[in-house]
Structures are given as structure tokens and as C-alpha cells.
């Protein structure tokens, strides 16, 4: 299987996101994500509307949920997300009520790697029955994608996850990882502040190709 190509609407108002969307960016993209700055500024009101206007498109409630796995998951996922991430911070109790709550509805949770975590604590959630993972370069940390990432992310699909790849990526990276079942990579600023967005998916996508 190919790596899909996910769009994080980071933007801070559904406006501004939709716009984004109707570019054609809706229709080229496989997986669409309510970014973090999103879901702060509109809340489950930006999965609903985006799920009304995208109904085959996999959808991503990207919350990096810590706490309330009761409360939370049902919010997102029944809002029409079909995954919604955790912070690797949380407590394994979390992750397991938030998996148990996704199955139940026959969706996925995705743990973020974002912050302290490694690859013994990794095993343990995928004991847990959550078997998607992003790995995630920091936004205010910029730095370099390198072969100890590359290394990590082999590591984790040797577990078994499915895993994203996100951080400052455009499609000059993508060839960094041939070879590796990725699951998804993450275009956000690379997407969204292009001149043409449809036309940047497609380069995406050209690399892809090239390498799957």
C-alpha cells in the first residue's frame, strides 16, 4: 500500500480552513485533519461541518487528548472523525478507555508523539490495541529530518503500527523514507501557504510514486 497524504487544517477559524478545502485540496487529499488550532478556535463544529462536505474522505480529530478518554472520544468521533489523537503523555488507563470507546465504534486512535517517549513504552500501547502512531518533529523546535528518525520510525512499523510522519514535511523529503511502510504524511504550511495546494498534493504524490 501507498502512503496516503493528509492535509493538518491548522487554521484558525473554519473559514479560513473550508478555503483551503474548496481549492481543490478537498478533492485531491486522502486524509483530511481538524488540526489542534482548528479544534481550539471551533470544536467539534469543525469535524461535523467538514465530515457534511467531505462524506468518503478519512477524517482526523487531532485533539492530542490527554485526559477525559470518556468524555472526549465520543465528542470527536461521533462528530465524524474516523481517528483522533493522543498525547503519549497520557496515562495508559486514558489511551485504553480511548481505544476501547474508538473500537466500539469501529474508528482508531492515534497516539502523537509528541515529547518524551520510547520504544518499550511504545510496545506497551500497541498491547493496548492501538495500532496507529504519528511521529511528529515539534513545530517550535525546527530541525532536520536524519537517519535517528528514520531509524525510530523503522523501529515502529517493525512493532507493527501504521505510522504517520509529520513535522515540516513538503515532497522533497519523501524520499528520505523509501522502503518504509508509512502510513501517511502530514503536509500542513507546505499545503496550505502554497500558491496552489492541489498542485503541492500532486507533487506529494509524484514522489510518492516514485519510491511505492
Not at 13 to 34: F, H, N, P, Q, T
Not at 72 to 100: H, K, Q, W, Y
Not at 141 to 170: H, R, Y
Request: glycine share 8%; proline share 4%.
Amino acid at each position: 500500500m501507498k502512503p496516503l497524504i493528509q492535509v493538518a487544517l491548522d487554521n484558525t477559524s473554519l473559514e479560513d480552513a473550508l478555503k483551503v478545502l474548496v481549492k481543490g485540496v478537498g478533492d485531491e487529499i486522502d486524509i483530511i485533519e481538524a488540526g489542534t488550532l482548528l479544534l481550539a478556535a471551533e470544536g467539534k463544529r469543525a469535524v461535523s461541518i467538514i465530515r457534511s462536505l467531505y462524506p468518503n474522505k478519512i477524517i482526523v480529530a487531532d485533539f492530542k487528548m490527554a485526559d477525559a478518554a470518556n468524555v472526549m472520544v465520543p465528542m470527536f468521533l461521533d462528530s465524524g472523525a474516523d481517528l483522533m489523537t493522543v498525547i503519549c503523555a497520557a496515562d495508559p488507563a486514558t489511551m485504553r478507555i480511548a481505544n476501547e470507546k474508538a473500537r466500539s465504534r469501529g474508528k482508531n486512535m492515534q497516539i502523537e508523539l509528541y515529547g518524551p517517549w520510547d520504544l518499550e513504552r511504545a510496545k506497551v500501547w500497541y498491547g493496548l490495541g492501538i495500532d496507529h502512531i504519528i511521529y511528529h518533529h515539534s513545530r517550535d523546535e525546527a530541525k532536520e529530518w536524519g537517519e535517528k528518525d528514520i531509524k525510530s520510525i523503522k523501529s515502529l512499523c517493525e512493532v507493527g503500527f501504521k505510522v504517520t510522519v509529520t513535522g515540516g514535511i513538503n515532497p522533497d523529503h519523501i524520499k528520505l523514507f523509501a522502503g518504509l511502510p508509512i502510513y501517511a504524511f502530514i503536509g500542513g504550511r507546505s499545503i496550505r501557504e502554497s500558491e496552489d495546494p492541489t498542485k503541492e498534493i500532486l507533487r506529494f504524490k509524484a514522489e510518492i510514486d516514485k519510491y511505492w
